[in-house]
């Protein structure tokens, strides 16, 4: 058929494939996290309001369930196409020309900052573990390095992702097909 547009490699589909669902299979895990946020807030509201007992977990529980859920939501919005872009500009774009600025943007700016954070964050969270870090927020003082771990894994599922993004990314400027259409998400 003259004109249509070269299907990309199995192996290389089912590899975007394979990483784009398990981005979307962790994080609606993820997800769960809200359980437990919403759940804290809940009865600290309860119990500060209605009792005039204010719990001494309740403001720990909502910033580790927050942080957490928002840092390792950052590869599932990655997916998503959620994150910041200059749409005025970027809609202009053909496929191609945003398969060449995403993929030098992704080997240039992301895998390097990525790399980085999730060194660093590593050694962070060891570290808090090594030292049994406790949260000071409040007197109940609950371990902190388990937050502090979900920082390398949020850089890793986000570099696991931008993986497959890379891959679309080089598909597109290579070939001037997009291989996937993220939904446009406004806030």
Known sequence: MAGAAAAPP????????????????????????????????VVEVLMRYFLRQPTAWAADVTVMSSG?????????????GAH???????????????????????????????????????????????????STLSSWQPPVWPLRGVIPLAAALLMLQGVSELMKSFWAART?????????IEI
Not at 68 to 80: D, I, S
Not at 105 to 128: D, G
Not at 176 to 184: V, W
């Open 10 to 41: 199995a192996t290389y589909m089912a590899m975007i494939r394979a990483i784009d669902r398990t981005t979307e299979i962790l994080g609606g895990a993820f997800a769960l996290l809200l359980v437990p946020l919403v759940l804290a807030n």
């Open 68 to 80: 957490a859920l928002f840092m390792v939501g950052a590869a599932y919005a990655l997916r998503k």
């Open 84 to 134: 910041v872009r200059t749409d005025m500009l970027w809609e202009k774009f053909s496929d191609r020309k945003k398969g060449i600025v995403d993929a030098v943007a992704f080997v240039v700016f992301f895998f390097p900052t990525m790399v980085i954070l999730f060194s660093l964050s590593l050694e962070e969270f060891l570290f808090a573990w090594e030292m049994d870090e406790r």
């Open 176 to 184: 001037g097909q997009a291989l996937d259409r993220a939904e446009k």
